[in-house]
């Protein structure tokens, strides 16, 4: 684990100290956007335009942001369009690696690379900052479109769309208020709250995220009580931004990051989401259980030194989970 400073790799931990023992997430550096003609897009530079086979997308199949990348792909039926390259599960001294001696784990591809940092050093040397699944690559431009997870989705539920993506649209005009409200309180408490939780390095901090998380699961289960998905009956990114939390939290999360004061599959609702989600087309292709629980028992050394992997549960995310039935 590490970052890379004006170029160059040093082997680093979080920093929690400035901070009172929370942990910070770094907004990520790349903020260019596909659009379906090259025009700029919200953020960042234009000359990214839709086209099929142009962008490569790397990957950790652990990692929920990256998750949330290959379950939009997936939906848009964006595979022909867009390769993938998937890194090693461990994420230790030298960061995200292309080692592929673990199942599924590619190696680069595309550029042939060692690790991940090759890749940002090869769209700017002189990078500093962390070093960050997911990232969308441009094949010609050779340089990084974006490895912000959030933007990628949204460029992948539309950019593509004359080219043939599937039909769909997940972040609908007529519910962008919606939908950026719920993504927002989302992300602070429950999508970054749980790293939030297992990172803090004070009991303060600790009980900060850990309590804003399970108010935040409780308001979930509510929301998920009252429709099928969280906008309504029709799913949309920010269920998809949830889901990839969720998936984890039993598996991992509740041991791992320290977040057992209730499981997911203790929730009527946020269990059944979970399922349902689950079950869509093409979603189970995107889960590597074994993947998600190497990485984060095996990588985080300083929460868990013996990288011993719990069992963990046992669940069965095929079991009929009824929100079709019941909210018609
Ligand atoms: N804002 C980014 C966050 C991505 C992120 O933090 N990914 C983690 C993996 S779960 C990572 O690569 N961490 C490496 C590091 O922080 O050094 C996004 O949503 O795309």
Redo the contacts with the bound molecule.
Sequence with gaps: ?G?LVDGVWQDAWYDTKSTGGRFQ?SA?AFRNWVTPDGAPGPSGRGGFAAEKERYHLYV?LA???AHRALVMRKLKGLEPFIKVSVVHPL?LEN??TFGNDFPDATGDTLNGHDFLYQLYLQADPHYSG?????VLWDKKQQTIVS????EIIRMFNSAFDALGARAGDYYPKALHGQIDELNDWIYNSVNNGVYKAGFATSQQAYDEAVGQLFTSLARLEQILGQHRYLTGNQLTEADIRLWTTLVRFDPVYVTHFKCDRQRISDYLNLYGFLRDIYQLPGVAETVNLDHIRHHYFCSHKTINPTGIISIGPQQDLNEPHGRDQRFR
């Design positions: 684990m970052l997430r990520a950790s990692c929920p942001w994420m960061g995200w962390r070093v960050t699944v997911p490895n912000e997870s959030s």
